[in-house]
């Protein structure tokens, strides 16, 4: 899926398929997440426990308390791929 703005932002189904799994008030996070990520690009400080990762172009932040959201940007830095929406538990950044 692709949402076009001042930021190109996309996922994959498999992230699709997650996010519709979360639970409502996540669910509608996730989707603020994504306009704020087209609006204003990968770095989303006032989002809660953001960071980037060390040593990569990827970032995350916490939906809430047990849900996160992690996204990469690319080398060009007009483009960004949400990789995983889900547990904290199962999050890739472990």
């Not at 899926?1 to 519709?20: L, N, P, Q, R």
């Not at 306009?35 to 060390?54: I, Q, T």
């Not at 990569?56 to 990469?72: E, F």
Request: hydrophobic share 35%.
């Amino acid at each position: 899926m692709y949402i076009m703005g001042v930021f190109k932002v996309s996922f994959k189904k498999k992230v699709e398929k997650a996010v519709c799994k979360l639970p409502k008030q996540e669910n509608i996070r996730f989707y603020k997440l994504v306009e704020d990520l087209r609006l204003k690009g990968a770095v989303l400080p006032e989002w809660p426990n953001y960071s980037k990762l060390k040593g990569s172009n990827s970032h995350h932040c916490h939906l809430s308390h047990k849900w996160v959201a992690c996204w990469v940007e690319t080398e060009q830095g007009i483009e960004i791929e949400v990789t995983y929406a889900g547990s904290r538990e199962s999050a890739p950044y472990a």
